[in-house]
């Protein structure tokens, strides 16, 4: 049940992209953190904003010199929003990730959900990096690295809860 639950999520989810936004900016650029600035927040701990440092990001291979590119999107359950997408880049692993938060006003609901997190590529028209979480009632999620510098790419976000029509959000269109 699971597995045909997944594969459902997956198809929702690449057929569901091609009607988003394709507003575009350029992959991996500015603005970077400050270099008299931390590029990340302290400890180990998730955060809305990102924490390439935390616990969660580091399990999932992300490094830690990550930084937001781009716009943040939000994933809505009717006229509620119920969390964050942000897509990162890490300019010395040159790699990007796809980043989504969860909000507590959601979590606090005790609903639990399947997540698809990643990087969709333009230039290939498919998700990239991706990272699936099967009946979770986890807060952060990071995709996998995925090698789309060079690529026109946004970060993506999911929330599929049974019995209802997949929740999603796709961060403005960036090229390389």
Partial sequence: MRRARMTMVATVAGAALSLLGTG????????????????????????????PSSTVAQAAGVCSDAYQIGTTSYIYRGTDKIASVKQF?????????GYV?????????NINFDLTVGVWSYDRESLVG????????GQEFWGN????????????????IPGETAHEARTDKRCA
């Fill in 24 to 51: 575009v900016a350029a992959a991996g650029t500015g603005p970077a953190p400050a270099s008299d600035t931390s590029a990340t927040p302290a400890g180990t701990a998730g955060t809305e904003e990102g924490n």
């Fill in 89 to 97: 880049y890490s300019p010395g692993c040159k790699e990007n990730y």
């Fill in 145 to 160: 690295p995925a090698n789309t510098v060079s690529e026109c790419s946004s970060g993506y976000g999911l929330v599929s």
């Fill in 101 to 109: 938060w969860v909000w507590n006003s959601f979590l606090s609901q």
């Fill in 130 to 137: 991706t990272r699936n979480v099967i009946d979770t009632h």
